[in-house]
């Protein structure tokens, strides 16, 4: 099945906003209202952030966060969030949407890509292990690499 | 034991590019040149990055990422790097560092800490574990958060 796929705009703040909010409306996540994420992803799409759309709604997205590398002249990137909305899932917009994301990111110049990810979402880390993702250290061969966070 | 700790200024930027080399060279990874780590530095300082350095050598340090938070209108800190020369481990240098680290992080408006680390990485996991960051979902009750990364 093709998705129609497209980076984010300005002009697509408020459908960037209503997706994240549904994101964690579902998973009982608290959210800022909608129109404070909208105009938080003003400031962001001017700075360090891209994000890609896709089906007609949208009806999903992916969160892109770009910084420099400590170790390389280039960029390190890290998936932020990925979200499609419940009755378009298991039709491949997730994974057409992080195809669109590698292509992206390699193009503004990265060469790294890190993801957090919770342990029991399967589908997620199957989705990311088909596109060459590891959680091991040195290439899938080395022991797992832990998420560590506090609030401060 | 008193540690000698502040937060590294643009001239210490060669400090900084020596122990990051001694951290690749002891770990048998690659790295640039320190001539090379040094320059990157002095952007990296007047971007999104502070480091701590400890001792009088100094003879350890942390780097710092900061970047605009999606869900709050503060920042997420990321810790990139933490490192102590072999002849001064054991003495609470790393955790000295750490102190300054999360002191230095609230005080540039960061409400939120991560860190990536290596499951066989005990000594700095009980480390972080005792200043209170987890590597579990919902603070310490939920599964796991793994790392996942690919090159691009």
Same mark, same amino acid.
């Given at each position: +099945?093709?998705?129609?796929?497209?980076?984010?705009?300005?002009?697509?703040? *408020?459908?960037?906003?209503?997706?994240?909010?549904?994101?964690?409306?579902? @998973?009982?996540?608290?959210?800022? !209202?909608? *129109?404070?994420?909208?105009?938080? @992803?003003?400031?962001?799409?001017? %700075?360090?952030?891209?994000?890609?759309?896709?089906?007609?709604? !949208?009806?999903?997205?992916?969160?892109?966060?770009?910084?420099?590398?400590?170790?390389?002249?280039?960029?390190? &990137?890290?998936?932020?969030?990925?979200?499609?909305?419940?009755?378009?899932?298991?039709?491949?917009?997730?994974?057409?949407?992080?195809?669109?994301?590698?292509?992206? %990111?390699?193009?503004?110049? %990265?060469?790294? +890509?890190?993801?957090? $990810? *919770?342990? !029991?979402?399967?589908? %997620?880390?199957?989705?990311?292990? &088909?596109?060459?993702?590891?959680?091991? $250290?040195?290439?899938?061969?080395? !022991? $797992? +690499?832990?998420?560590?966070?506090?609030?401060?």
């Amino acid at each position: +099945m093709r998705h129609a796929i497209r980076i984010a705009e300005m002009n697509d703040v *408020d459908a960037i906003a209503r997706l994240l909010h549904s994101f964690n409306e579902e @998973f009982g996540e608290p959210s800022p !209202p909608a *129109d404070i994420l909208a105009d938080r @992803f003003k400031d962001l799409l001017q %700075a360090d952030t891209f994000v890609v759309l896709g089906g007609n709604g !949208p009806d999903g997205l992916a969160v892109v966060r770009l910084r420099r590398s400590i170790w390389t002249s280039g960029l390190e &990137s890290y998936l932020a969030e990925l979200y499609v909305v419940p009755n378009r899932r298991g039709q491949g917009l997730g994974r057409a949407l992080m195809h669109a994301v590698l292509n992206e %990111a390699l193009a503004r110049g %990265a060469t790294t +890509m890190e993801i957090g $990810v *919770d342990a !029991p979402d399967y589908a %997620a880390r199957r989705l990311y292990e &088909s596109l060459g993702f590891t959680n091991h $250290v040195d290439g899938a061969i080395g !022991p $797992v +690499m832990y998420v560590y966070e506090r609030e401060l």
